[in-house]
């Protein structure tokens, strides 16, 4: 079909902005996903942040209450109950953010380990009576804040591989092991404390302590940065 003078005219001054309004699009579009992104991770890194805090304190209160069931109840009683108090504080920014999230939108995955996080945290309270009344043992304590440590750090790794950005990614990664070796060196010491203060051979328990507190490989340890290690995570560098 032949097209007169005033529709060539028209047609290429249509094309034109056409094609400018393509690549507005296209670019807005980018910015769009890299803005989805950066929401993404901030959220994120927020739950790491809040989390880490929360599990800092577990560990604590699993040392205390290990030394304390381990004692018959004769030592660190009252640092246990503050250990319990610190981990409270700890929780209500957790369990507000968890709130306010929806952890769906992070993965199927993700949103599982917070789920079974919640579920874990049911059995808090009913751990703290057993272990003040003398009525569950060092080791069943101890297991239980173990598990749900480690599910915790399960749902870090989730994180971390949801950090795509290489920047990110690296520290995340570093991160990460930190908080694992951390926590070998946690079940290790709240193991033996337990040990210890029952002031009874070692028998059985030793076969605990080699299968829960296992040497931490040395290429974990070498790739932590400590730049990036929570203030509140500085008293355990130096226990």
Do not use: W
Request: proline share 3%; charged share 20%; glycine share 6%.
């Amino acid at each position: 079909m032949k097209m007169n003078v005033g529709q060539k005219i028209v047609l290429f001054g249509v094309l034109p902005s056409i094609a400018t309004a393509f690549f507005i699009y296209v670019i807005l579009t980018d910015k769009i996903a890299v803005k989805s992104d950066a929401d993404k991770i901030t959220k994120l890194s927020q739950y790491l942040s809040v989390a880490s805090g929360l599990v800092h304190e577990l560990q604590k209160e699993r040392g205390a209450s290990a030394v304390y069931l381990g004692s018959g109840g004769t030592k660190m009683k009252d640092i246990m109950e503050e250990n319990r108090h610190n981990t409270d504080k700890a929780l209500d920014p957790f369990q507000q953010l968890m709130k306010s999230s929806d952890t769906k939108q992070f993965g199927s995955e993700f949103s599982a380990k917070i789920g079974l996080i919640q579920n874990q945290f049911h059995d808090l309270s009913s751990k703290r009576n057993g272990a003040t009344s003398l009525s569950i043992t060092k080791d069943n304590s101890t297991q239980y804040f173990t598990t749900l440590i480690a599910s915790f750090i399960q749902s870090f790794e989730n994180v971390i591989s949801q950090a795509k950005h290489p920047m990110i990614s690296n520290s995340a990664f570093a991160y990460g092991n930190f908080l694992s070796a951390k926590e070998s060196a946690g079940v290790e010491r709240a193991i033996m404390c337990g040990v210890i203060s029952a002031n009874k051979p070692v028998g059985a328990s030793a076969a605990a302590i080699n299968n829960a507190a296992r040497p931490v490989a040395t290429d974990i340890v070498e790739g932590v940065d400590t730049r990036i290690i929570p203030a509140n995570d500085n008293d355990a560098l130096a226990e």
